[in-house]
């Protein structure tokens, strides 16, 4: 079975300060992987994802994230936080085994303060 | 515009009561999910369906039920076998290995 484990639910930056939000993983599988955003009382929107193509992964708002699959991690960060990066982070795995119906499995969440 | 929609945003129910989450899509999704999410515990998997007429159940699917009989929509119904149903609910869509799309959500509440 997948499972996704982002470590630590609360991390304070400073403005300008660089943002490292992490996430490891187990898959029995090649994984693809996710990081979402969310914003209070809404929906969940894509940052960026990993589909074995480059390890190397840009995404939207100047994130990015790296595969490494020796340590089974998806590790996210930018380089310099933003008032409006104040949000919840959460990593995400997919099962491709089509029997067990193309599932993402979630993190609990890292909620992201930026500090002036 | 393209998207998944939530309805409603807000949604109050009193004990023994069931309610229904409207979920529609008009992505030409084939799976869609319903998760809940509760504060320091991520996103749960309750139901999820790849095609219609079909569906499975999450992780945490006592207490509640879901049809599929339209490739649009997805309801998921809370019913009163669930004992703590307060929660934010969201709803998502997907094709193969694409990326999730989520609804708004919904925020269920006990009276």
């Known amino acids: 079975a997948q499972s996704v484990t982002q470590l630590g639910s609360h991390v304070s930056v400073s403005e300008g300060a660089l943002v490292l939000l992490r996430c490891n993983y187990s898959s029995s599988v090649p994984p693809y992987l996710f990081w979402y955003v969310q914003y209070p009382n809404q929906g969940l929107q894509l940052l960026l994802k990993?589909?074995?193509?480059?390890?190397l992964v840009k995404g939207i708002n100047g994130f990015e994230a790296e595969f490494k699959k020796s340590e089974t991690s998806f590790h996210l960060t930018k380089p310099s936080a933003h008032m409006s990066d104040a949000a919840e982070y959460f990593c995400a795995v997919s099962d491709l085994v089509e029997a067990a119906g193309n599932k993402l499995t979630f993190g609990g969440g890292t909620r992201v303060l930026v500090k002036p | 515009d393209g998207g998944i929609t939530q309805s409603p945003k807000y949604l109050f129910r009193k004990e023994g009561q069931n309610v229904t989450l409207s979920c529609e899509q008009n992505l030409n999704h084939d799976a869609m999910y319903w998760y809940r999410q509760d504060p320091g515990q991520g996103l749960r998997l309750i139901y999820y369906s790849q095609i219609v007429n079909d569906f499975q159940k999450g992780d945490i699917a006592e207490g509640y039920s879901v049809s599929r009989e339209k490739k649009e929509s997805f309801p998921l119904t809370v019913t009163s076998a669930q004992k703590n149903p307060t929660a934010f609910y969201l709803c998502a869509s997907r094709t193969g290995e694409t990326e999730a799309f989520f609804g708004q959500g919904t925020r269920l509440t006990v009276v």
């Open positions: 990993y589909t074995s193509a480059a390890t």
